[in-house]
Nanobody
Framework: VQLQASGGGLVQPGGSLRLSCVASGTIFSIISMAWYRRAPGKQRELVAF????????NYGDSVKGRFTISRDNAKNTVYLQMNSLKPEDTADHYCSAGTGFYSYTPEHWGKGTQVTVSS
């Protein structure tokens, strides 16, 4: 399974970014997908995950109400819409393919895309 994330960049506080992750080498429509992030000096954090048919989504407490995860199974792509960005959202964001409905178990990892929130 190959996962390629894109869409990161530098944005001012309060701004928005949309991350994308394209998957290949798997039957995308039957797997759950997730976004993680890791900031310097901090542990990896689950940002959000979404089940195969988009029937369930789950968010980390730090991003609830600001971020939205979605997917387009026809394009083998999962998205992360990030609004009201804060400096503490600065991190390397990367996607994962895995399993689970109420909880998520990662099985495959992609390389990250850097998000920097700064004025």
């Amino acid at each position: 399974v190959q996962l390629q994330a894109s869409g990161g960049g530098l944005v001012q506080p309060g701004g928005s970014l949309r991350l994308s992750c394209v998957a290949s080498g798997t039957i995308f429509s039957i797997i759950s997908m997730a976004w993680y992030r890791r900031a310097p000096g901090k542990q990896r954090e689950l940002v959000a995950f979404i089940t195969s048919a988009s029937s369930n989504t789950n968010y980390g407490d730090s991003v609830k109400g600001r971020f939205t995860i979605s997917r387009d199974n026809a394009k083998n792509t999962v998205y992360l819409q990030m609004n009201s960005l804060k400096p503490e959202d600065t991190a390397d964001h990367y996607c994962s393919a895995g399993t689970g409905f109420y909880s998520y178990t990662p099985e495959h990892w992609g390389k990250g895309t850097q998000v920097t929130v700064s004025s």
